[in-house]
């Protein structure tokens, strides 16, 4: 369906969430040839190029889902972060949020436990995070007492088009 939707691989496809490139490109037969991308890899390897990026001076917080340090995509969220943002905070000690996909909403202490410190490193001119996964985001803005949101709204915020 995805080879007919990209018209034969002709055009890159957007999946709106790390996690769920992450499991698409375990099925390696039905992804082959396909240009899939999460969105910050979108953003950095295919929009970046029509884009100017003027960075915000508010102070942000990044968090980088498991499935996007599992695909190598740490160093690009981090650089896509910083065009967007003259400010970013990066959380000491928080490599997963515990959402587990799911499991957030039927097992909260997952999540409870693994943003445990979450809260207190966020700076108190502080009012929004970025992800790329909206149960990490959803896990994430509950226990840091500020709303996390897609990356790309941060994109949206910070860029124009050339």
Known sequence: MLTKLSENVQYPILIDTSPCKSMLLEDIAATEGLSLYE???FVI???AEH???TPLNDTIMLHVTCSSRRMGLTDKMQQLAKLCSNNVIIPEHIQCCGFAGDKGFTTPELNENALATLKEQVPKDCSVGYSNSRTCEIG????AGIDYQSMLYLVDKATAPI
């Open 39 to 41: 969105p910050v890899g």
């Open 140 to 143: 994430l803005s509950h226990h």
């Open 51 to 53: 884009l100017t990026f």
């Open 45 to 47: 390897e295919v929009l």
